[in-house]
Structure formats: structure tokens, C-alpha cells
């Protein structure tokens, strides 16, 4: 990402700014509701906006989406009825899926990580669609 600015360019800034602040408040009520592809739409974001590596990125998105994830449940738990064993199974799910999916990334160069998120995310696009 580096060699496609140039140094007459505007400073990146190192937050993001208001673009991805917005683009990461409108994929996190997606996500509170559908959940389906959260972690790419994320990675996507700040893969575009931000200059850290993968592994940092792909850290904070699981923060992210544990804390979307949980302020979504705790208002659906409010307001509508569950099936209790989904609940735990789907629980029980994401944390080990967020777990292994935290080691396994940081196992990863940057390089493979990139390949693996486009090809996980055009997977999921694809299989969107045909639904």
C-alpha cells in the first residue's frame, strides 16, 4: 500500500478518519444484525484506509466484532426469543472460531493473509448471490 502514494500526496491518517469511522459504524449495524461476512467487510475497510500490517488488522477486527457481537445479543435478548441451544452452540462457535482464527492469522504472512481474505470473501460474495 505504501508504493501507491505518492509523496506529494495528503498524509494518510493514522485513524482512518471520518471515512472509515462511518464505513466501520454502518458494516458494525450489518453485522449486529446479519453477521455474514462482518470480518471481511472490516478487513476491507481498514486494509484500504489504514497502514498496518494484516496481523494488527485482522486483531482488531475480531475486537470489533466481539464487541458488535455482544451489544447486538444483549439488545436481542431484550427483544426477542430464542432457541437456547442455538444460542450455545453459535456461542460456543464464534469463541473457538475466534480463537483459532486470531492463532492461525498471525501464522500467516501478509501475503497469504490477503490471498485467503479475497478468496474467503468472494466465496462468501459469490455464494451470496446465487442464494
Given amino acids: 500500500m505504501r508504493e501507491r502514494r505518492r509523496p506529494q500526496e495528503r498524509p494518510v491518517r493514522r485513524d482512518g478518519g471520518w471515512p472509515l469511522f462511518t464505513g466501520l459504524t454502518l458494516a458494525s449495524v450489518y453485522g449486529g ?8 467487510i472490516y478487513m476491507s475497510l481498514m486494509g484500504l484506509v489504514l497502514d498496518e500490517p494484516l496481523q494488527r488488522l485482522n486483531a482488531v477486527k475480531n475486537v470489533l466484532v466481539a464487541i458488535v457481537n455482544a451489544v447486538a445479543a444483549t439488545f436481542f435478548l431484550f427483544v426477542a426469543d430464542f432457541d437456547w441451544t442455538a444460542v450455545a452452540l453459535i456461542a460456543a462457535g464464534s469463541t473457538l472460531g475466534g480463537q483459532l482464527g486470531a492463532a492461525t492469522g498471525r501464522r500467516f504472512s501478509p501475503a497469504v493473509l490477503r490471498a485467503l481474505i479475497v478468496v474467503i470473501g468472494s466465496v462468501a460474495l459469490v455464494q451470496l448471490l446465487l442464494r
Avoid: E, R, V
Wanted: aromatic share 24%; charged share 0%; proline share 0%.
Fill in 33 to 40: 444484525y446479519f453477521a455474514a461476512a462482518q470480518g471481511i
